[in-house]
């Protein structure tokens, strides 16, 4: 096997939010940014060499495997002292990750959580955009109006999370007059977007293509494509994919896999898990 066929994504989806997907060998120790924003660091120490040289990608590279515990110790205080340098210095997917870990950390943290989004926001980043349009959805100042002009801005630069939540507003009526048609589209749109996202090792954006294909939004219902979807998803570490994999599996029949995906979901922060049977 290639070295390049041991990468691992690893998302980080905190407090309903997303990041996309960090690529780590767990093998060989190499760790590789998407090719967009390519590090030029040979494994995490020597990341966190390159880092202390100024260069923000690298430390952006140190943080999320801090965060994951994936060849590094797992130290989620040292993560947000990576993804601080990494933002200060420029690399705006450091800004994006350095948001939603923060607002995972408590309400104490919101502050400079918000700061962080709108840098990367403002930078051009669509995920930035999307979690700072769901902290505006779902968190305890609800603006709706604002999250869904974040939204709008997410889905426009390539969110697929983003078109995702303008189509579901659009079909509920959510802050915007219901509007199925455009609902349809939206949804089509954040299908075509979410698969190669997922493809691509994204397991937060394999979750969201999965409930779209269970319930037939944005093309036609394929559950068992669905479930591969969710199993992707939830291989990579994102809570609400095994918790969908879990209802999927109970509603047939397999209570005994359903218990254990439940379990997963819990620990990886999903809190519905936890109280699942």
Not at 2 to 9: L, P
Not at 39 to 60: F, P, Q, W, Y
Not at 115 to 136: E, P, T
Not at 184 to 208: I, T
Request: aromatic share 2%.
């Amino acid at each position: 096997m290639t070295r390049s066929q041991r990468v691992t994504a690893v998302v980080v989806g905190i407090a309903g939010l997303a990041f996309g997907a960090i690529m780590i060998a767990l093998a060989s120790g190499i760790v590789k940014l998407p090719d967009a924003t390519p590090t030029r660091c040979a494994n995490v120490l020597d990341c966190e060499k390159s880092c202390a040289s100024g260069r923000g990608e690298d430390c952006l590279v140190v943080g999320m495997a801090h965060l994951q515990g994936l060849g590094a110790q797992r130290s989620p205080d040292r993560a947000v002292t990576f993804l601080r340098r990494a933002c200060e210095l420029g690399a705006v997917s450091g800004c994006t990750a350095l948001g939603s870990v923060l607002l995972d950390r408590g309400p104490g943290d919101r502050a400079e959580a918000r700061a962080a989004l709108d840098k990367a926001c403002d930078a051009g980043d669509a995920m930035g955009c999307n979690n700072l349009a769901a902290l505006h959805a779902h968190g305890p100042d609800r603006d709706q109006a604002r999250a869904l002009l974040l939204y709008e801005k997410a889905c426009t630069r390539g969110s697929g999370m983003g078109c995702s939540s303008l189509a579901k507003a659009a079909l509920e009526g959510d802050g915007v007059v219901k509007d199925p048609a455009r609902a349809k589209v939206l949804f089509s749109r954040s299908m075509a977007l979410l698969q190669p996202e997922c493809e691509r090792g994204n397991a937060r954006a394999c979750g969201q293509a999965g409930w779209l294909l269970e319930r037939g939004l944005g093309g036609d219902q394929d559950v068992q494509k669905a479930v591969l979807d969710y199993q992707a998803g939830c291989d990579g570490n994102d809570g609400p994919s095994c918790y969908n994999l879990a209802t999927v599996r109970r509603a047939t029949g397999d209570g005994g896999g359903a218990k254990g995906l439940f379990a997963r979901a819990c620990t990886l922060g999903l809190q519905e898990g936890c109280s699942a049977r």
